[in-house]
């Protein structure tokens, strides 16, 4: 009985000496290389499809009328208040597309130039010298 008794200690994990072994011992976990390499690869999948994502949306940004202008600004050196006052003069001229603006120059011609843009004829004229010049 008590040799049945041991072997079903044995079983569970418990010794009869009165000590726990196995995962119950608090020791220190044990990595081996294939955990490690499983770690790294997925490490390295992680960064590669965060890389591919930075990547897409970089050229969704420039294939989109919004972005195009956007990076064409930036490109420029304009502020805020400057690409409004693009996208007002893309407006008043009828553009579907602002940034119609870095290829014709024609658009900033001040004899053309609505009423309500007449009275930034000057910031505009800096502009059209800074895009074009």
Known sequence: MIQLLHHGFWLFGVSTDGQVWGRFDHGR?????????????LAVLAVT?????VR????????SKRGLFSELCRAHGLNGSSRRLLRRLA??????????????????????????????????????????E
């Open 29 to 41: 976990p044990a990595y081996d290389s294939g955990q490690l390499l499983t770690i790294l690869t």
């Open 49 to 53: 499809i965060g890389l591919l994502l």
């Open 56 to 63: 897409m949306r970089s050229n969704f940004q420039t294939e």
């Open 91 to 132: 407006a008043t001229r009828g553009l579907r597309d602002a940034a119609t603006l870095f290829v014709e120059p024609r658009y900033f011609e001040s004899n053309e130039l609505p009423d309500a843009l007449q009275k930034v004829q000057a910031e505009l004229q800096h502009m059209r010298e800074r895009i074009f």
